[in-house]
């Protein structure tokens, strides 16, 4: 078994390059860009890079932005951001064929934001039929209630 790619202090990180929909290829293939790990983006700028990378279809992107700021927000927002990455990785779900997954992430992530009032009750009651949609449509429908 191969180490772990590893911060500086010795947090368990992935280097790998990922392809469009997350997926990591071999260690010196050519992936897109990723995002920092250390990204602690604002709330507005997590909105607004999330928006964006849902336009190009990119939710595991989206994901990985919300995650920055989930893990960089005041307490009282960590499940906010937490149900949102996770509506984002269910959409990733989706567009690899895994509309179970998919469903599963969605319940998850409509749960945690529910509760934080307009327009993240709409995305989670949407949230609960998204499985069931074209991901290109599901990631479209996200996008715009983001």
């Given amino acids: 078994m191969s180490a772990r790619d590893r911060d500086p202090d010795g947090r368990p990180r992935n ?47 989206a994901h990985e932005v919300l995650e920055g700021r989930w ?13 949102l990455a996770q509506i984002c990785v269910g959409l990733t779900h989706l567009q690899r064929g895994n509309p179970r997954g998919a469903a599963t992430l969605f319940t998850r992530g409509a749960d945690r934001i529910s509760v934080y009032g307009m327009p993240y009750e709409r995305i989670a009651r949407m949230a609960h039929g998204l499985d069931e949609v074209e991901a290109g449509e599901a990631i479209a429908r996200v996008r715009e209630l983001l």
């Fill in 71 to 83: 893990k960089n927000c005041p307490e009282a927002e960590r499940e906010l951001w937490q149900g």
């Fill in 15 to 61: 280097r790998r390059p990922r392809d469009a929909f997350g997926r990591p290829l071999p260690h010196g293939a050519e992936g897109v860009e990723r995002i920092p790990d250390d990204y602690a983006p604002s709330a507005e700028e997590a909105l607004s890079e999330a928006r964006r990378l849902l336009g190009e279809e990119r939710p595991f992107h």
